[in-house]
């Protein structure tokens, strides 16, 4: 075991971070606090935290947050931070997924980086929009593909990158849950409200709420990029207006080829998001409720258990890894590792230092790439299932 | 735990059996051979084990059969047997593919009940005569798609007939396995051999080899009749004739969908056999290389592990169970129970007494809906992944 | 993958065999009929399956013996078959544990080898008698301690021989099962009533019935002697009158230690034997419900998962290994392994040629170990757990 | 799925923390930090963490601590804070063991409350009179036995008191590692180092160190009380001055027996701590480093798998529950829970408030029980395993 330093070194204070989106009663925003707050990175100082003013000031209160700085719109924030002179240096989105592109917007054009949850938009058009913005914005852009923090996926890309396991051939992605078994969103409930609701998620349901982590999952360990895709999306239960299974058959440039199911109609699976990856040398598989493992099998030999911290772990994994092996770190340890990478940016930002080069985490390029894996999938799924090229 | 009578009561005596194929060196003609056994209800007379003569002769001695019953070819061997009076009442078919149908028709043209290797034959036409003349003939015709014969298998069956899962929306299956990730054919493999080669095996590698056990078990634990499918298949390792990597996507006749995933150049997964199939009220999950578990997942409740001969384990399971709980059972005991389903079936034939309802085998139908599959699949593919409806 | 032969490869003959109790109802008679028949290498020709005169002429019909070898006492039986030219050359005895010795020596004292259940006897002192009538009789004993018939247990045995994990430090040995929660001997149940018996089961319950077990495995894979043993038992259900829930400390010749638990009261346990085994170099992980891996973990490096029939099985495994990796072998295989070890030893013995050194199964001084060991055990829980020497 | 409001939830501002130990290098204090930082409920705001100054300066810098609070004696620190107006309210102190007893004293005796890794103190007179300070002060006292703050636990500790497993019979409890397989003490480790010298551990090594966890946990799930042990300690690496391997044997008041088995010289067990407990109506089993997961084996009835934040999940586990089923929680998790149950009581004490019933944490009595539980142990072992009253 070498555990490397813990993320959070750093002399130079906390980054001064807002938050639009994530009031009382939100899940990710929740979630995104916790891991900005895990490695004392960062400090909550700002919030447009709800488009109800009360339930805004609310939450602020609750959350410690100034009473003149518990803003009621996200304009409104974004001019007055960006005129503090302790104004916060980043945002955090997590409101639903139309919203995105007006609060980014917002916020580089005032000059502050943006931590924004995925997908990205939700429209392709929007992406393409946004992407140009932030790079001419000068801004960082980190879009929260939490399940990248993960040090066992570290692991894998790392070690397909030296080869461990050859050339890649096949790729199967997974990412079944079983929440929308029933129709929830008739219930009342706000999670399942706006996934379902092509106004706020844009044309995918299920490809864009998780379709898209599984994609980027597979993109970010192989470093394949995806070519074309054949997509068949169904929405099982009766009445629903989006995708709530997703198959997908892959083509990837260079040849290798792959399946992505996604699907949120699979009672018995919680949270099963799950990589296996053959190359012609080896293979390896990883599965996200359980993440502290990580299978390499190595063709001709005995099956190896790579644990987090344990013997087998490389420098890649190390670097984000804060307890020994058999402590297991979970879901929110790997939304934390997102937000400490983004604080080594934007450190590295203030003072214009280069970023530390093992620094990784998913930006708006990578945003750009799902959108353009849901509208390729659901234009496929519309044209029948046809070979769809993927992007521009 | 309530295990029931052993499979092998009887009181007639055992069944007389012959052979064809399965000489010294092969594999799946010993797996035959202890199959036979394993219960008491089968005993092997007579051979025509290989078409080398000294080979089929030694063969035959070393099984105990007796020198005159050592036959050179399965021609001689189906006239022979079936003018003696003690002659056999069952040909075992343990050859390649091409040759399961000539040897099929000359034992079913002498009366000889069949039971037969999978895939049926190597070609769709040869699966169309072949389905005629049993039908035709009389006599039975069992195809050993041998994990229809796993306890938990059963179980799935029984419970999804009985609605235990609801309404059937996702069946993702797969069959991934290893040994052809290098090009184990030019090493001098029997095996690898006539499986990579298109005049023995027919249009389909993997898909026929396995990819058709996938098939037919989703088919046996469903009771879905497939519609169509969308195929990717691929020859990965350069150089091989046939496909070793095989992507489908599935629409079954009532609105379900599925893939199926067949790979024989994963490293790492052995014999890795996999269903999952989810409904509107719940899921099951099943694996070929730990078979004595079954997962059940109501929804809306805890997961459930089913145990072979376990407290919830029901009739259809525990009337092929042999051990109790905890005891395990594995792939020859599997195998053994088509081979006692067929002594049944055939104990019934000979008095002309009904079969007991309960009694299941794959038959020669459910050959041919395996080959619609891997023909359907290859034109799929052909023409680029295109939806293709399956069988006529 | 290199399987080995086939271990049924001989060409003189199945080993006649007869069989004492195990008549229609009993569970291990049916388990060794299997075992002897699976691997084609007995024939079963003569039994005195139950005292009951009309049940053992009903078991002796359904088994296909002949009515003249369809015996009432197994005295009459010993006596008759030793004088038949086609006389059983083997007994297989499947009584509860009292009537072991009196039925080994009718069998011994007429030449016939015997193959018996474990324990040895229910008494130490019938033990000792029994071993020294076995060697001077000139015949063999074979103890069907059967889980020693597992490949990757052999593997396990193996690896430590060649030092693979260093010198051995600590043994946990546990045998858990849920049955006998209840009162189920008040219920009728055969099985129960004999094993909570002291005058058909011996001074020990769960400790002779399974903690034997238990104990058997941990000595074949380490090869080591058990020195002392500090015990506790106790018969957990009111009224009970044997032993269902065993806690031992064990203290091994050359500094070892270890625990090994038996119950019959842990519910959720189906048939849970495990060992693991630890020394200065690395460890050893096996349980019997999932008897096709064993974990090995050298210090300092990953683990592995040594499969059986894989890459990192080796002679000993593979010498036992009927069908590839991958596809599960279970109890009754493991259980007929031992058979087929008998039958080596029965062969070699008709001619007088020495056994393949590599045969291996337990003897009747393995199963003199067990009866001290239960006898030890019994003693120290009696003197409230004092360390009490093993054996004499 | 019904997740409760996060834990943090509060309006009166974060707890002001110390922390004495726990300087650069440190493991245990850093993952105290991360726990006390992670619901936003502490603000470490003082420190005395080395006795080297520089390095206690440096460490506080690095923290955000003030100079002028960064503390190189703990004497000066206690002093120091309880006469400052914003004085730390609660101290955590994480030193080796031997220097508990000093610092808690003097932070009670300046009435602050303490947070305090375990095991309580070195020596068992200490404990006592810690016990007896603590509770004369009126100050509370945390003792981070962290395990009982995974929710599964709180789930078991739930189920079982309101009998869904019926009353108790075996407990079998275990904590193996292999981190100590070699002399690690000798290569400069610091985390060896002081676990393996009795002048800083006191009488027990491995069970102190990890023993005392497994007691913690089997007492704190089952609500037993622990009678008497018979224990082997052994120190099996040449020339260590400890115990690196601990057999116990248990019987707790009331007639339940058990085992404990903790070890440091496992091979390929990173950090396995595990329950099982079984009573006359089901069992339950968890394994520390898959936490999210609870076998529920009610006897008669198929297996069930509750998960953290799934269907099956109570009210005591979902109130300690941060995010949905499936998305793992992990050690730090459970570490912070401590933290946040500790948070709760303070901000109680602040106004005399009575706690939430349902705030749970093991305090200064479970550390005496820990302490008494090595004492009767080592004493035990000492005996040559002779059973051995605990506590007075």
Redesign the interface.
């Known amino acids: 075991?070498t555990i490397e330093a813990?993320p959070s070194?750093s002399?130079a204070?906390?980054v001064r971070l807002g938050m639009v989106g994530g009031g009382q009663g939100a899940?990710i925003g929740?979630?995104h606090?916790?891991a900005a707050?895990?490695?004392?990175e960062f400090q909550l100082v700002a919030g447009a935290l709800s488009s109800d003013p009360e339930r805004a000031r609310l939450s602020a209160?609750?959350?410690?947050i100034a009473p003149e700085r518990a803003y009621t719109s996200y304009e409104g924030m974004a001019r007055a931070e960006s005129t503090r002179r302790d104004g916060i240096e980043a945002v955090a989105i997590v409101t639903p997924n139309h919203v995105h592109f007006p609060v980014a917007k917002a916020f580089l054009e005032c000059g502050v980086h943006v931590i924004c949850d995925k997908p990205l938009t939700s429209t392709l058009e929007d992406a393409y929009a946004l992407a140009d913005l932030a790079k001419s914005s000068g801004r960082l852009f980190v879009l929260t593909h939490n399940y990248t923090g993960y040090p066992m996926i570290r692991q894998a890309r790392e070690m397909i990158a030296a080869g461990a396991?050859g050339t890649i051939?096949?790729v199967?992605a997974e990412y079944a849950?079983?929440?929308l078994?029933?129709k929830v969103e008739d219930t009342g409930s706000k999670q399942a409200g706006w996934r379902t609701d092509p106004a706020k998620s844009g044309a995918g349901g299920a490809i864009g709420d998780i379709g898209t982590h599984a994609f980027n999952l597979a993109s970010f360990v192989t470093g394949l990029d995806l070519d074309q895709v054949?997509a068949?999306l169904?929405a099982?239960v009766p009445g629903r207006r989006l995708d709530d299974?997703v198959?997908v058959?892959m083509?990837f440039a260079g040849g290798a080829?792959?399946?992505l199911?996604a699907?949120q109609?699979?009672?018995?699976?919680?949270?099963?998001l799950r990589l296996?990856v053959?190359?012609?040398?080896?293979?390896l598989?990883w599965a996200?409720?359980?993440?502290?493992y990580l299978?390499?099998?190595?063709?001709?030999?005995?099956?190896?258990?790579?644990?987090r911290?344990?013997?087998?772990a490389g420098a890649a994994a190390n670097r984000v890894t804060?307890?020994?092996?058999?402590?297991?770190?979970?879901?929110?340890?790997g939304f934390a590792t997102i937000y400490a990478e983004a604080a080594r940016a934007i450190r590295a930002a203030r003072t214009g230092a280069p970023v530390d080069p093992a620094v990784v985490y998913p930006t708006v390029e990578d945003g750009v790439k799902g959108m353009e894996f849901i509208d390729a999938a659901v234009r496929s799924s519309a044209a029948?299932?046809?070979?769809t090229k993927v992007g521009r």
């Open positions: 075991m813990s070194a002399s204070g906390p899940f929740a979630v606090r916790i707050r895990l490695d004392g209160l609750e959350l410690g396991i051939r096949v199967q849950q079983a929440w078994t029933t054949a068949d169904t099982f299974n198959h058959l083509r080829k792959g399946m199911w699907s109609v699979a009672p018995g699976n919680e949270n099963g296996r053959y190359g012609d040398r080896g293979g598989e996200q409720e359980d993440p502290n299978w390499f099998t190595p063709h001709g030999e005995p099956k190896r258990l790579i644990t911290g344990g013997d087998g804060r307890v020994p092996f058999g402590h297991p770190e979970g879901y929110l340890e029948d299932g046809a070979w």
